[in-house]
């Protein structure tokens, strides 16, 4: 058994990823499946490492204000939902019903 997977870059260069899932001998399948699992993640680790590092390296230097506080949401949006709490004080806004 062998775990797929292909990355088409930006420039529309596909890569492709290959691990082999064996269990060694006569061992357990799943634990095959694990290692190669783990072996999968390594490999894309590694093939992602350097963009990650570039877009993070790029939005750095293109808004250093808004890269500091990690929030990728628009700050208008956030202050104006302020004001929708739940109020744990006073009783339910809802009406009792009536009795039938």
């Keep these: 058994m062998e775990l ?3 990355y088409v870059g930006q420039e529309g260069k596909p890569q492709k990823l290959r691990v082999s899932c064996e269990a060694p001998g006569d ?3 799943l634990q095959g499946l694990l290692s190669g699992v783990a072996q999968m ?3 894309v680790t590694e093939l992602f490492g350097p ?3 570039a877009e993070v ?3 750095v230097a293109a808004a250093p204000d808004e890269a500091l506080d990690g929030d990728d ?3 208008a949006e956030d202050e104006n ?3 929708n709490r739940t109020n744990f004080d ?10 039938s």
């Design 90 to 99: 006073g009783p339910s806004a809802k009406r009792p019903k009536p009795p």
């Design 27 to 29: 061992g357990d399948p």
């Design 4 to 6: 797929l997977g292909e």
């Design 57 to 59: 390296q790029h939005r």
């Design 41 to 43: 993640k390594e490999l």
């Design 51 to 53: 963009l990650v590092q």
């Design 73 to 75: 949401e628009d700050d």
């Design 81 to 83: 939902n302020i004001d």
